[in-house]
């Protein structure tokens, strides 16, 4: 791993595998990944190039099967930069507003590098991952993950970028590190390719609930109980692979105009039935969830519960203390389910999907 203020180099022999969800407090040993995240968030909190302080946030589970994690936090509705206008899920990138070129170069952690192994760190690949801290917090730890902004990609995955995202999971050995990413049309806020990380320290229903197989050689699984959406898993050896059958599904939905949002946790091997205590809480590979959805044009309206990648997966950042206090798991499920398609859309396209992994 490198030491390089600036970089971080690592390869495949960082990755984390054996990690554990613990009921338990117990002090955890962070990964190199972590201290460099970690450290470099904290200096530049410190150092007040952030928009708010993000002091301890008033968090709460509510009751109900979904063990959704509300928390309040009032300042990012407020001092946010304000999102931009979004209209078209494929809509192009705009050097004339607001991108990541634009930012103060002090809120750039590191950039991300991965070599063959720890031993050819002269010889790695020119593919730079920049990791930016977001100004405008939602947790602990909330940060950009920019493919070489230079490039000035608009905000539709690619298999590199999906990869470093899935690999930044492997590197920390906290399992409350989580990725995500929003499409246009689902409350991205900035068309420049980039995804969300930040360390939330709860676990999420997510994390070990049942799936139903659907294209299993292909690591494709439909979730069970829970919004309709999909679920790949990996585990380190694998994430190449993964990653490209992941990129396969979001290009399609990108080529039929049907917004997305990811969200990337550990999480257990897919299973039908309740897996026994000790198989939940391994925690040794990755589930991505992939939910297509309908499409919110325009600008957020930032004191709603805006749904998008935190939302479906169970986190909820509320930004005004009345729906926070009001917050029920019955009254969000009804707000969330608004947003995503109906189930005879999911099906349909389910199918397509099916067929569409099965030709390779």
Known sequence: VGDCESFFIYSHDDFLSHVQRSCET?????????????????????????????????????PGNYGYVAQLNIQRGIERRKPQEILSIQQEFNDKQFNFNKIN???????????????????????????????????????????????????????FAIAVGIESVFLSSDPGFRVGFNSL???ASVNHLHLHGYYLDHELALESIAVEPLVPEKDFH???NYHVGFVFYTEAKS????????????DFLVKQNIAHNLFLSRGCPPHVHKPREMENSSRKGVRIFVWPRKSC???????????????????????????????????VTEIINKYLL???????????????????
């Open 26 to 62: 117990t002090t955890k040993t962070p990964a190199p990944f972590d201290t460099v995240i970690q450290n470099g968030w904290t200096e530049r909190m410190e150092k007040g190039l952030f928009r708010y302080k993000l002091n301890d946030l008033q968090t709460c589970v509510l």
């Open 105 to 159: 170069p002090e809120e750039i952690i590191c950039e991300m590098t991965k070599c063959v192994n720890s031993r050819d760190v002269l010889n790695a690949p020119t593919s730079k991952m920049t990791v930016l801290v977001n100004v405008s917090p939602l947790e602990f730890g909330h940060c950009l993950f920019v493919p070489d902004p230079l490039q000035c990609y608009p905000q539709v995955l690619t298999k």
């Open 185 to 187: 049309g689902a409350f």
């Open 222 to 224: 439909r979730l069970i």
């Open 239 to 250: 994430v190449d692979k993964v990653a490209e059958n992941i990129c396969r599904v979001t």
């Open 297 to 331: 044009f325009g600008a957020k309206e930032e004191s709603a519960l805006n749904v998008a990648l935190c939302e479906l997966a169970g986190h909820l950042p509320f930004k005004n203390k009345t729906d926070f206090e009001k917050a029920t798991e019955e009254g």
């Open 342 to 360: 109906p189930k005879d859309e999911f099906f349909n396209l389910e199918q397509q999907l099916i067929q569409h992994l099965g030709k390779s």
